[in-house]
Every structure is written in C-alpha cells, then in structure tokens.
C-alpha cells in the first residue's frame, strides 16, 4: 500500500512569489490533515479536510495561505505571496473517516523562502 | 486545550547506554497518547501509542513509554540504545475523536560511539 505523498520534498522560493505544495493521501483516506513545523518548534496543526470538505482550518495562519482538496482525494496547500517566516517544514496526514485508525503522515515538503 | 512539553531538546548519549526522553502533557480532556520518530531526511513514523489498557506500551524496536495518569507524563525509554537511535522524537497527544494532534517541539537523541 503506498503511503502519504507529498511533493515537493523541498522547495525555495523567494519572498512575494508563490509556492504550491501538494499531498496525496492513502487511497480510501477521507481524513486529511495539514501541519507545519517551522524552525525547530512544535509540529502544529494546520487543517483538517473530511473528504473535500474543510472540518478545521482554526491553525491556518492567515488568508495568505489556501488549501483545497479535489474532488476528495488529493490537498493542495497555496501560499501567496510567501513570507520569510511561513519557512519550515509542511506535513500532510490522512487517516479513515471516523476514527484515527491508520493515521499515517507523508514526509513533509521542506519550504524555504529567501 | 492540550499542550505537550518536551523538556530536553537535545539529548546526548553513548552507545549501549539507557535513555529517557521526558514527556508530559496538559489536556482538559481525555486524550490519546504517541511518540513519533524522525530520521534524518525522512518523515514521521509512528514509533509507540497508549490507546488503552496497560500504561506501559512497547515497540518493535526496544522502545517503551509509560503513561502516568497522575504525572500526567508519557517519558519514553530505552535500556540500551543503538547508533541507528539517532533521530529526533516528537511526543504528540490527540483527543478521543482523533481531530487532530498536539505535539511537542521534539527531542534530538544522538548517539555517539
């Protein structure tokens, strides 16, 4: 089975421009959540998708940042402009509807913006 | 609302020695307990969970964690750690319903030979 997939693994881009980074849950996840981790703090929360519809989005930092989830199945994340401080490292996780069962993150995209 | 302290960012440790990495929690509500693992450019794995039952879980790989209600901690240990050890560990609680995950800033092990 494969696992959670995110891409890009790593990404720099300059401040003002905008970056798109994309997960693609395990196939039959309806649960997919987003976290961050910036400069060696807390892996925080960012939002939770239930199927394609937003359940949380309470931890996204500001309307800088877009997420959407197609048709169910794969998230994107937008952020736009990018600012020096949304550098970090972004996680995707998803897991089956209801329970927390097979919860599974991806490797994360590692964004830096210079 | 939860929160997760790990009080040791870096721990330094020699091979075959014993290691605990502290963690403890505050939650108003009854939560599940996880430490993940992090392995020098790779993801998260899941490295042990208290769901229920006994308060003293296992992993595959030697670790173990004791959930301690009335401490409200969740420390991690190991007797005898390996160079393949090194990683970064995270300790995480998540609510009954799996909403979400509140983590801690994580704790670097490395291991020298």
């Known amino acids: 089975e494969a696992g959670v997939t995110q891409f890009p693994s790593h990404s720099v881009i300059e401040k003002g421009q905008t970056v798109t980074l994309r997960c693609d849950p395990i196939?039959?996840?309806?649960?997919l959540y987003w976290y961050r981790r910036v400069m060696g703090k807390e892996i925080k929360f960012l939002l939770h998708f239930v199927k394609e519809s937003k359940q949380d989005e309470s931890g996204m930092p500001n309307n800088r940042f877009l997420a959407e989830r197609t048709g169910g199945t794969y998230s994107t994340l937008k952020v736009q402009p990018a600012e020096l401080e949304d550098s970090g490292v972004y996680f995707c996780?998803?897991?089956?509807?209801?329970?927390?069962?097979?919860?599974?993150f991806g490797s994360g995209t590692r964004l830096t913006v210079v | 609302a939860q929160s997760v302290t790990q009080l040791d960012s870096q721990v330094p440790v020699f091979e075959e020695a014993p290691v605990e990495l502290r963690c403890n929690y505050s939650s108003s509500v009854s939560v599940y307990l996880f430490w993940y693992v992090q392995y020098p450019n790779q993801g998260l794995q899941l490295l042990l969970k208290y769901l229920s039952g006994s308060t003293l879980v296992e992993s595959i790989n030697g670790f173990e964690a004791e959930f301690n209600k009335s401490q409200t901690s969740f420390h991690l240990r190991k007797p005898s750690v390996h160079i393949s050890d090194t990683a970064e560990y995270f300790c995480a609680v998540a609510p009954y319903n799996f909403n979400k995950f509140y983590f801690g800033s994580g704790t670097k092990l490395n291991v020298k030979p």
């Open positions: 996780a998803s897991s089956l509807i209801g329970t927390g069962y097979g919860y599974t």
């Open positions: 196939s039959g996840h309806d649960n």
